[in-house]
């Protein structure tokens, strides 16, 4: 394993350390070293991304919650669960020529349909 090592950064030009944690994640992605500094490498992703979001809250809360936080609050619709009956929240406008499950009915028959009848080839039947 390689020692750490300090680079400049060339936008700001400040000193960062690239670990050696860091070196052996690149090299197994066939990724070359960095020649930013972690601020400003968030800096131009955010910029990318049309100023969006910072690295430190994408890099947990927009990733756990599925979506990027530049896109703001997802909105929910109520629906009526097709398998149950009871009431349940889903992130798109239900229509009445598809059903709708709760998230624990949608689990059990996702669980169901690739145990029972051979993965993803049966999602059309819903």
Known sequence: MSADTTLTCRDCGQAFVFTSGEQAFYASRGFSEPSRCADCR????AQRDGG????SSYSSSAYDS???SSRGEREMFTATCSACGQEAS???QPSSD???????CF??????ER???GGYASRGSY
């Open 42 to 45: 968030a800096a131009r992703k």
């Open 52 to 55: 969006g979001s910072s690295y």
């Open 115 to 117: 145990s029972g009848r």
């Open 107 to 112: 689990q059990q028959r996702r669980g169901n």
């Open 66 to 68: 599925g979506y990027s």
């Open 98 to 104: 598809k059903p709708v499950y709760c998230s624990s």
């Open 90 to 92: 889903v992130p798109f």
